[in-house]
């Protein structure tokens, strides 16, 4: 059964920092991997997600996602944050044969002044 | 504009009342989906729906009941088996549910239940 692991439930960070958020998952098939982000009180929004091809994906705003087999790993990085991106992001799987996204726990990113 | 409307966004329920939180979309999406939001919890499936008068039970179904009598709609109703329904309810559509490559859920803004 697939399993998504978000380790860091909260992530401070100052205003035109980098910052990684970490998303490791547990599949035995092919997968497919999102990153949503939701703003509060609003539901999810799509930031980029991993189909097949370049295992580097990007979103419009600036954050990327690099798709690591080997190390099951979709960590998102972005390498200047604004306030605007103060959110919490959900990474989520899709497994082939499965017909429902598996989330992360999230993991709330607080862009500080 | 297309979409996903949640109603109401808002919800008091006093304990013992069964409600029942409505979900449309004009997306032309055949599959939907009910998840439940706790915090640090991430979203929890509760319901899916492939097609018109399909469901399927997900990870939390105990204590929710769904339909599907329309492509558009997939209303939850929170019974009073639900112990714990205090929680923030999220509603998803997918263009096809047969295959995990089109499985981007697209989401409503939710609906906030509190029970008194």
């Known amino acids: 059964a697939q399993s998504v692991t978000q380790l860091d439930s909260q992530v401070p960070v100052f205003e035109e920092a980098p910052v990684e958020l970490r998303c490791n998952y547990s599949?035995?098939?092919?997968?497919?991997l999102f990153w949503y982000v939701q703003y509060p009180n609003q539901g999810l929004q799509l930031l980029l997600k991993?189909?097949?091809?370049?295992?580097l994906v990007e979103s419009i705003n600036g954050f990327e996602a690099e798709f690591n087999k080997s190390q099951t790993s979709f960590h998102l990085r972005k390498p200047s944050v604004h306030i605007s991106d103060t959110a919490e992001y959900f990474c989520?799987?899709?497994?082939?044969?499965?017909?429902?996204?598996?989330f992360g726990s999230g993991t709330r990113l607080q862009v500080q002044p | 504009d297309g979409g996903i409307t949640q109603s109401p966004k808002y919800l008091f329920r006093k304990e013992g009342q069964n409600v029942t939180l409505s979900c449309e979309q004009n997306?032309?999406?055949?599959?939907m989906y009910w998840y439940r939001q706790d915090p640090g919890q991430g979203l929890r499936l509760i319901y899916y729906?492939?097609?018109?008068?399909?469901?399927q039970k997900g990870d939390i179904a105990e204590g929710y009941s769904v339909s599907r009598e329309k492509k558009e709609s997939f209303p939850l109703t929170v019974t009073s088996a639900q112990k714990n329904p205090t929680a923030f309810y999220l509603c998803?559509?997918?263009?096809?549910?047969?295959?995990?490559?089109?499985?981007?859920?697209?989401f409503g803004p939710g609906t906030r239940l509190t029970v008194l």
């Open positions: 998803a559509s997918s263009v096809f549910a047969g295959g995990a490559v089109h499985n981007e859920q697209f």
């Open positions: 599949s035995s098939v092919s997968v497919y």
């Open positions: 991993y189909l097949s091809g370049s295992t």
């Open positions: 989520a799987v899709s497994e082939a044969g499965r017909r429902a996204l598996t």
């Open positions: 997306l032309n999406h055949d599959a």
């Open positions: 729906s492939q097609i018109v008068n399909d469901f």
